[in-house]
């Protein structure tokens, strides 16, 4: 069974560039979830989309980060503008749906904000 | 504010000892309660996760102890190995929401 696809694995930019994170979940699994994980830290959620349609949001911060799953799919995460407080990885997730709770990780973008 | 809260930070232990890592939650709605494991450049992946009707679970060599009246719930790392060594996290949702909230992590160092 092929795992959590992200792409790219690293991407280095400028403060106030932006930038964009693709995710290919677990097929059949109509839950996916954004992580950013801190260096040093634990995964934090960011938006968690059930199909196409968000579940929640409420730790995206909103005038610098949107996600979309447009066909219940694939999903983008962008940041625009970047800070230097968003150098972080970028975890994508999925999960059969919602009421199960084991969620399967891809390995991150890793992205550097200079 | 940290719903999920994992000590030590970190431990360095001799291969075939005991790592004990420690977890302690406040939501009371929890009901569901992971341990990931992650090695570096790659994703947290699910190592064995406990509910809480039952105060302990065993998988392989790892095992899981739930005190829910204290609410805290450790993993204990049995026979450890040197390809144990990598960042464990806590961490817990309530059903029906799915959202995990992780602990910091905890580094597990097994020497041979």
């Known amino acids: 069974e092929a795992g959590v696809a992200q792409s790219p694995r690293y991407k280095i930019i400028e403060k106030r560039q932006s930038v964009a994170f693709w995710c290919n979940p677990i097929s059949g699994h109509a839950t996916l979830y954004w992580y950013q994980q801190i260096l040093g830290q634990g995964p934090k959620l960011l938006i968690q989309f059930q199909n196409n349609g968000v579940v929640d949001d409420s730790q995206l911060p909103k005038d610098r980060f949107s996600a979309e799953r447009l066909k219940g799919v694939d999903s983008t995460l962008k940041i625009q503008p970047a800070k230097l407080e968003d150098s972080a990885v970028y975890l994508c997730?999925?999960?059969?749906?919602?009421?199960?709770?084991?969620?399967?990780f891809g390995q991150g973008t890793r992205l550097t904000v200079v | 504010q940290q719903q999920v809260k994992q000590s030590p930070q970190s431990l360095i232990v001799q291969k075939g000892g005991i790592p004990i890592i420690n977890c302690a939650y406040e939501?009371?709605?929890?009901?569901?309660f992971p341990w990931y494991q992650q090695f570096p450049g790659k994703g947290p992946a699910l190592l064995i996760a406990?509910?809480?009707?039952?105060s302990e679970k065993k998988e392989g060599r790892f095992t899981i102890s739930f005190n829910k009246s204290a609410k805290q719930f450790s993993l204990h790392i049995m026979d450890s190995q040197p390809g144990d060594s990598a960042t464990y996290f806590c961490a817990a949702t309530d059903y029906g929401n799915n959202r995990l909230a992780f602990g910091k992590g905890n580094q597990v160092v097994v020497i041979p």
């Open positions: 997730a999925s999960s059969l749906d919602r009421w199960n709770t084991e969620a399967f």
């Open positions: 406990i509910r809480p009707d039952v």
């Open positions: 939501n009371t709605a929890f009901d569901y």
